[in-house]
């Protein structure tokens, strides 16, 4: 792909993700550059700068040990003797188990003292974690094959986050409470110190029994290793739930429904599937032949469900001729380096003072065809939010006319509202008119709105947005609160 150097700035990326088993930070320095063939602004020139070795993620009993994990945090910080504010962007997620921890949100707070807004964090967003995994373990393969779908399948220690794409573009994504830790065992053996409420209910369903401090039997485990396989290929094949399907429903966060096979060339045929996460891992290892750890070395079910995966004819068919390189770091090199978009720079901002502005709702969007009474409408809604909204603008607009056209509809409104002075409104605009559209939205400057518009962004579906600082003349955004479904 055809890079253009003169536009490019660096910049340093770090990605956190506190799973249900392990932490990992990555930290890497890459170069903002603009595409010569798209002219869009993108990541690239990537160099891994600190990369420790991941942790067990620590708990005191269900809830996160907020000490030691801030204690983690600045000790890998002050190791890799990097500054947190010379961060450009990135992202932390809590996910898996982890994010259903009463005190998850403490670890957004911990984030966000350290790295001053321009490390976004969230917890317990299936969505944007089935897309970054995606971003961070397939893109590549995905772009190499642009006619041929993939189905990523992101597998830890508490949940599968699915995502299915073609040519390095993410349409639909899914998550499953299925992982290797519902199960926890004295390493080494099959001897139970601890089952998940989803464990509990699964022995309940298929009727089966297993005791804290007892051996698991061999049985008990097939049945359970059957269902998990069972629920994922069903997942990945559109095909029914498997039996019990209360139990399948209940394990479902959010349904994954990939597209039909008359809606794309990609999906004539079958998808190439991937794997990554810790359990992924695992499986691409026995799919080489490599030798395993031994009996639940990590004290959970992830190296029998790994072998389950690698002898499935769906999960495991692709094991050997599409190997990913991010594997069991896919989310945190997702979180890393695409976890935040670039705007553009011919964005609108009068008042950069107003940045870094975290967690706006996305209230709806705009068009070159809106009608006065839309623009209203969606200007109420922002009118009664406390700190601010983003609206979208959808398409791109033919020319200048366009663009001015509606951007003195949309002033005329701003004119009429009782919009408070103060509040920011931000629009999301794709194409690269922003400063155009700011200018005659506010009457080149004569309306007393707080009115940002920032442009050649990608339309995520997403419902809230963070903005971070200007950085070397550039705006990062980050979407969280993702949909299952991206190409609606």
Same mark, same amino acid.
């Given at each position: ?14 990605? =956190? ?11 890497? *320095? ?30 005191? /009993?269900?809830? =996160?040990?907020? !000490? ?14 990097? *500054? ?21 949100? *403490? ?16 917890? !317990? ?252 409408? =969606?200007? /109420? ?13 959808? /398409? ?58 920032? !442009? ?33």
């Amino acid at each position: 792909m055809l890079r253009s150097h003169a536009s490019s700035t660096n910049g340093l990326f770090a990605g =956190l993700d506190v799973g249900t088993t392990t932490t990992s930070l990555l930290v890497a *320095s890459a170069r903002f550059l603009r595409n010569a063939v798209t002219g869009q602004l993108e990541i690239g020139e990537v160099q891994p700068v600190y990369r420790p070795d991941p942790v067990f993620t620590p708990f005191l /009993g269900e809830t =996160l040990d907020i !000490d030691s994990l801030t204690t983690r945090l600045d000790a890998w910080l002050e190791e890799a003797k990097l *500054s947190p504010a010379s961060m450009v962007a990135g992202g932390a997620l809590v996910t898996g188990l982890a994010a259903r921890a009463a005190n998850a949100a *403490s670890v957004t707070r911990i984030v966000r003292q350290r790295f001053s807004d321009s490390v976004v964090a969230r917890a !317990d967003d299936p969505c944007l974690e089935s897309w970054l995994a995606f971003m961070g373990n397939t893109l590549g393969l995905s772009r190499a094959e642009p006619e041929r779908a993939f189905i990523n399948l992101d597998i830890g220690g508490g949940t599968t986050n699915i995502a299915w794409g073609e040519n390095g573009e993410v349409r639909r994504c899914g998550c499953y409470f299925v992982g290797a830790r519902h199960f926890q065992f004295e390493p080494g053996t099959y001897r139970l110190r601890s089952l998940s409420p989803f464990a509990r209910e699964l022995l309940a369903d298929l009727g089966l029994h297993a005791t804290i401090g007892s051996d698991m039997s061999r049985p008990v485990r097939t049945a359970v290793l059957d269902f998990y396989v069972k629920l994922l290929e069903a997942a990945v094949t559109g095909e029914r739930w498997p039996e019990p399907e209360s139990s399948a429903r209940r394990h479902c966060q959010v349904e994954f429904k990939a597209p039909s096979r008359d809606q794309s060339a990609a999906t004539a045929q079958r998808p190439i599937v991937t794997l990554s996460g810790g359990v992924g891992e695992l499986a691409y290892r026995c799919a080489r032949g490599d030798p395993l750890p031994g009996t639940t070395a990590f004290g959970d079910l992830g190296i029998d469900l790994a072998q389950r995966l690698c002898a499935s004819a769906i999960l495991g068919h692709d094991l050997t001729s599409h190997v990913p390189a991010a594997l069991g770091r896919a989310t945190v090199y997702g979180l890393a380096l695409h976890s935040t978009e670039i705007s553009g720079t011919t964005l609108f901002l009068p008042r950069p003072e107003l940045l870094p502005l975290n967690d706006l709702p996305i209230l709806g969007s705009l068009s070159a065809n809106s009608s006065s009474d839309d623009l209203e409408t =969606l200007v /109420g809604l922002a009118t009664r939010g406390t700190a601010g909204a983003c609206l979208r603008v959808r /398409g791109e607009l033919a020319d200048t006319v366009a663009v001015k056209a509606l951007g003195e509809r949309f002033a005329a409104v701003l004119e009429t509202s009782a919009f408070p002075v103060e509040k920011p409104l931000v629009l999301l605009v794709a194409g690269n008119f922003g400063k155009t559209l700011g200018q005659y939205a506010t009457r080149w400057g004569r309306l007393p709105v707080a009115l940002i518009v920032l !442009d050649e962004l990608p339309d995520r579906p997403a419902h809230f947005a963070s903005i971070g600082k200007p950085c070397q003349n550039l705006i990062t955004v980050a979407f969280h609160g993702w949909e299952g479904r991206l190409d609606e």
